[in-house]
């Protein structure tokens, strides 16, 4: 699986949009960008995942650049909630489905 | 749904000491995993199973073992436990089959202190 780079941390103010970024260059044509979050002392969840479109659902928007060498995680309205850490993580799609975690990015949303 | 359950939440162990982690998930889902995560670390993967009776080795499986006896039951059994596997343990089930979503979901983790 590719390898990916992510900024250690970010600020946010609530109520604004958090953009994370993710730099994936190794990417192969087969492999998916997914996004978990882990709020503190809680279980990773699943927010996103994308292959080349822009992917939005619920929680947030994922935007892949046309090369696919890098991709942004839009939180559109951060709350304190979401605080937490983000990892961008890149697998291809097979039978089983490991998950490579990075340190990732410590998202501090601030009142 | 519970989802995956984890227990117990809490643990002290002396080294040298066993004891059995609890998993389980009401998903009915075919797949599931156990990680470790280090302070201040992302989470590595111990040991995976794709099926009840069918288990494989992760990225750090070494003092660990498993069985998959029922596809809702994946327990994980530190045998002499050493103070290396002070960490905190999730345990996550997926979907099997052709799943291209890979979507994980976690338990709410076990934090384990060996002394």
């Known amino acids: 699986d590719a390898k990916t780079t992510q900024p250690p941390s970010m600020d946010c103010a609530e109520g604004r949009a958090a953009n994370l970024p993710c730099n994936h260059s190794t990417i192969s044509g087969n492999e998916y960008v997914y996004w978990y979050r882990q709020i503190h002392s809680q279980g990773p969840q699943y927010i996103i995942h994308g292959l080349k479109n822009n992917e939005t659902n619920e929680m947030a928007s994922l935007i892949i650049t046309e090369d696919r060498k890098s991709s942004t995680l839009i939180l559109p309205h951060a709350t304190l909630r979401d605080t937490a850490v983000y990892y961008c993580?890149?697998?291809?799609?097979?039978?089983?489905?490991?998950?490579?975690f990075g340190k990732g990015t410590m998202l501090l949303v601030s009142p | 749904n519970a989802g995956v359950t984890q227990t117990p939440k809490f643990r002290i162990l002396k080294i040298g000491q066993s004891m059995t982690l609890q998993c389980t998930q009401d998903?009915?889902?075919?797949?599931m995993y156990w990680y470790r995560q280090d302070p201040g670390m992302g989470l590595k993967l111990i040991y995976y199973s794709v099926g009840a009776g069918i288990t494989d080795k992760g990225e750090v499986p070494n003092g660990y073992n498993v069985s998959r006896s029922t596809t809702e039951v994946f327990p994980l059994r530190l045998e002499l436990a050493a103070p290396s596997q002070t960490s905190v343990y999730f345990c996550?089930?997926?979907?099997?089959?052709?799943?291209?979503?890979?979507?994980?979901?976690f338990g709410p983790g076990t934090r384990l202190t060996v002394t």
């Open positions: 998903m009915n889902h075919n797949y």
């Open positions: 996550a089930s997926s979907r099997g089959g052709v799943n291209i979503r890979g979507e994980q979901y």
């Open positions: 993580i890149v697998r291809v799609a097979r039978g089983y489905s490991t998950l490579t």
